[in-house]
């Protein structure tokens, strides 16, 4: 295992022009008009993140990632793959993440292709995550969210059996037929990417990781239940013959550096309020589309959403979930004592939220790449002996 | 009027709830996409029918089948379970999905049906009058939507939903979108409803806000020997706001 601490940026290219009476919609997902989107400021947006990407890179980043959602204000990824291919050329270390396109909204052949270009396309460089998708995404693509767990284990079948076999194959499942499983090219890493499942914690979801072995990157869940979820899927790998190294297990966190703790609570909370209360805003029928969940899943989170109801407090979210925002002693400190304890060396950093301006972005991003990760990398020995036990 | 008794079967390996009552001819009661309405409106059957109200898969008592993804599926679970019942020739009452079910079974087993109502039903495609597309409401508005008179209805509400009742209706709504989340109508079960030669009587509500009274006249070009009763002022759950259109279901039957 390499004993290097891994940083990714991670970015979700927001549309942040929302119009003035914008918290009027309940949602700024599925049914938030498009007429709202002026591709013209969504030009501008696309060069600047693009740039913010690329800087991540040049700055010594160690991955860049990307992501897909639908029909939303909250990212400008609908098909990520488009964004992996432009980033390719315009960087030269940094992995690139694509994590990733839901598998449900692509013929399998066709995403095991589509990444194995960009997998050759940049020697290599490329890492997947496969999500379900979010429930809202369910409405915006004519999947069905009643068998879409079902859908997504054989899709996901289907792609590492083209990876890793030689073609062609055939597979007989209940949602496609392959007569001549084939597809060119092969991915440049072998037998494939490193693959991850992305999910928010449903544990059939986590399942579908164990069995695979691939790893697992829990997103929007507190500290608590991402160590459990951790824990959960090194055993139930376990169980189907695989081990679970720390890099496997990203930690997705809020990073903001600045030069007091003051000022960067000063420069950063507004944005993290804004990309929780307003970017972030969908109504539960759009979370939980009609057998998306089961219904233990859907009584634990509609349990949970009662609790949270509230005003953001930026306190309490920095303390239950992975948020470190401060000078580059305090947040190498967050960062270290989080990947001790989630037993990871993968750090995945949203360098970027809501409607922070691209000044901010690049002093965070410098001050993370030139302030923080050197602090941690000096002392990243110790941090892994505990990694990897 | 008998008080129903509840009878646990296995069918095919999924748990299947029946409530019976009454006696006289079989009477077969098909709910619709959810059952929160209950079933006493069919008390007043029990004294002229032996009504049997079974709960499909993957509503209300009944287990979950999650191999069921087709309403075909359902046809065949009620013939295994009409077999194990010993029901041979019996009437068969529908209600808006339920209705939809009891169409299709007619079309293909019509001569173990005696006489066919249909409540509302759901599954035609009418672009001139289409059904609105329940699984994109918001839950907590569609009650609102199923009664004109909501008092009726408000009864078999909780005051305040409790996370056990959103679930059942999570279960239900995920059961239904297993069905039609891709393919809420199928042109197939129109081509074939022609064979549905039962005597039918097409019950509807003139103020249903689900699916509009006009498709009753569209079902009627489907099925040549079906009558229409339409009820004035009353929603998509007819039965519950007119005592009347479930009386008028037992004389066509009797």
Redesign the interface.
């Known amino acids: 295992m390499s004993a290097a601490l891994r940083f990714n940026s991670m970015h979700f290219m927001p549309y942040v022009h929302l119009p003035e009476n914008h918290k009027e919609h309940k949602s700024l997902w599925v049914n938030f008009s498009n007429k709202h989107y002026d591709p013209d400021k969504g030009y501008d947006l696309y060069q600047r993140y693009l740039r913010e990407l690329v800087l991540a890179d040049q700055l010594g980043f160690d991955a860049i990632v990307v992501n897909e959602h639908h029909n939303t204000v909250y990212s400008m990824m609908a098909t990520p793959n488009l964004l992996a291919a432009t980033l390719i050329p315009q960087t030269k270390h940094a992995k690139i993440c694509v994590w990733g396109t839901p598998p449900n909204f692509m013929y399998p052949n066709r995403l095991a292709e589509e990444y194995a270009m960009l997998d050759v396309l940049s020697k290599g460089r490329l890492e997947v995550a496969f999500p379900l998708g979010t429930g809202m995404e369910y409405?915006a693509n004519?999947?069905?969210?009643?068998?879409a767990r079902e859908k997504f284990k054989e899709s996901l079948k289907i792609i590492v059996q083209a990876w890793k076999e030689d073609g062609p194959t055939s597979f007989y499942g209940n949602f496609y037929t392959y007569r001549f499983l084939n597809p060119w090219p092969r991915p440049y890493q072998r037998p494939h990417p490193p693959c991850y499942i992305v999910g928010t914690g449903s544990p059939e979801t986590i399942e579908i990781a164990a069995e695979f072995g691939f790893g697992y990157s829990a997103v929007f869940v507190t500290q608590q239940r991402a160590a459990e979820l951790n824990e959960n899927l090194r055993k139930r790998a376990h169980h189907f013959g695989h081990t679970i190294r720390p890099e496997q297990t990203p930690i997705m966190s809020f990073v903001y550096v600045a030069e007091t703790q003051e000022r960067a609570e000063q420069e950063y909370i507004g944005h993290l309020q804004r990309f929780f209360e307003d970017f972030t805003r969908t109504?539960?029928?759009f979370l939980?589309?009609?057998?998306?969940?089961s219904?233990?899943q859907?009584?634990m989170r509609?349990?949970m959403a009662d609790k949270l109801h509230g005003t953001f407090d930026f306190k309490a979210i920095s303390n239950a979930f992975f948020v470190a925002v401060g000078t580059p002693d305090n947040v190498a400190n967050q960062i270290g004592d989080w990947t001790q304890r989630m037993k990871t060396n993968h750090v995945n950093c949203v360098t970027h939220v809501a409607d922070m301006p691209h000044w901010k972005t690049v002093k965070n991003l410098t001050m993370i790449a030139e302030e923080v990760m050197p602090r941690l990398r000096s002392r990243a020995p110790a941090a892994h002996r505990m990694a990897a036990e | 009027m008998a008080k129903f008794s509840r009878e646990v079967h296995t069918v095919d390996g999924v748990k299947t709830v029946v409530h019976t009552a009454g006696s006289g001819e079989p009477l077969v009661f098909f709910h619709g996409a959810g059952t929160v309405d209950g079933f006493d409106f069919a008390e007043a059957w029990t004294d002229r029918f032996r009504v049997i109200v079974p709960y499909h898969p993957g509503f209300g008592e009944s287990g979950d089948d999650p191999t069921f993804t087709d309403l075909h599926d359902y046809v065949m679970h009620y013939l295994e379970l009409f077999d194990l019942l010993k029901l041979d020739r019996f009437n068969l009452v529908g209600l808006s999905l339920g209705g939809y079910l009891a169409a299709k079974f007619a079309s293909e087993h019509g001569h173990r049906v005696k006489k066919l109502a249909l409540i509302a039903p759901a599954g035609m495609i009418d672009p001139q009058h289409p059904m609105m597309d329940i699984l994109a409401v918001p839950g907590d508005q569609v009650p609102g939507l199923l009664v004109s008179n909501f008092e009726v209805l408000k009864k078999h509400l909780p005051a305040q939903p409790d996370l056990d009742f959103i679930g059942e209706r999570y279960r239900e709504a995920g059961t239904v979108a297993r069905l039609l989340w891709e393919h809420p109508g199928d042109p197939k079960f129109m081509r074939y409803l022609h064979r549905v030669k039962n005597p039918t009587l097409i019950l509807w509500g003139d103020e249903d806000k689900i699916i509009p009274v006009q498709q009753a006249e569209t079902w009627r070009k489907f099925i040549p020997n079906a009558d229409i009763k339409v009820f004035k002022g009353a929603g998509h759950l007819v039965h519950l706001e007119k005592p009347e259109a479930v009386e008028a279901v037992a004389k066509f039957l009797s």
């Open positions: 409405w004519p999947v069905n969210p009643a068998t109504t539960p029928q939980a589309p009609p057998g998306y969940l219904v233990d859907l009584k509609a349990a």
